[in-house]
């Protein structure tokens, strides 16, 4: 199995402070992306990386930001937390980009947030 | 933003019974994938497809992608209570959005004995 893990599992935090959740990975994958996934939505994506201090937004970008120093870690930060960001977050690393398109994502287990 | 719908949203079945996930959408892909998860985990990739027309077999299950390359299936044979979980497809567009993938709101199955 792909080296991906993310901390801490479950959270439970109050509205208006920051948190941050961290994807891990043993891999040496070029590509990490953060997702968010909720019922009826199902996976959106919130932020990419395509390699060290390389990122950019996703689809639901507002409210969060990125960081990652480094090729094995990726953080993901909320600045100031809101019950809409209550929800099960997913790290996925992926070695190539762009073409050929038939490379896959490895996810991690998720990390299941709750602001209250 | 390129919609990928799922149909049915929810499923559940008999042990033994042939069942067909429906993955649709108005635009064309330059590859499509199948992911399925289980309770408190994260997907994992089935099968990966990419060219229109294009049949891919995995033991019970069977996957399709259009002529048109705007549509894909997931067909079970003899469904097991093995196969529950929440089914996945996501796709990378023709144009723009790189390596990202777009996924569909899932399908939910149950398999029960």
């Known amino acids: 199995d792909a080296g991906i893990t993310q901390s801490p599992r479950h959270k439970v935090t109050e509205t208006g402070t920051p948190v941050t959740l961290r994807c891990h990975q043993t891999?040496?994958?070029?590509?990490m992306y953060w997702y968010r996934q909720d019922p009826g939505h199902g996976l959106r994506l919130i932020h990419y990386?395509?390699?060290?201090?390389?990122?950019d937004k996703g689809e639901v970008s507002d409210g969060y930001s990125v960081s990652r120093s480094k090729t094995e870690d990726f953080l993901l930060t909320l600045e100031s937390a809101t019950s809409s960001q209550t929800s099960v977050y997913f790290c996925a690393i992926s070695e190539r980009g762009g073409t050929p398109s038939n490379y896959g994502y490895t996810f991690g287990s998720g990390t299941r947030l709750t602001v209250v | 933003t390129q919609l990928l719908e799922q149909s049915p949203q929810f499923l559940s079945i008999q042990e033994g019974e042939n069942l067909t996930v429906y993955c649709n959408s108005s635009s064309v892909f330059s590859s499509l994938q199948w992911y399925r998860q289980e309770p408190g985990e994260g997907p994992v990739l089935l099968v990966t497809v990419v060219t229109g027309g294009e049949v891919k077999k995995l033991k019970r299950l069977t996957f399709q992608f259009g002529d048109a390359r705007k549509d894909s299936s997931l067909h079970i044979t003899a469904a097991q209570t093995g196969d529950t979980g929440l089914y996945l497809c996501a796709a990378r567009g023709l144009t723009g959005g790189g390596n990202k993938l777009t996924f569909g709101t899932g399908t939910q199955l149950k398999v029960e004995l």
């Open positions: 891999e040496n994958h070029r590509y």
């Open positions: 990386s395509y390699g060290v201090k390389d990122t």
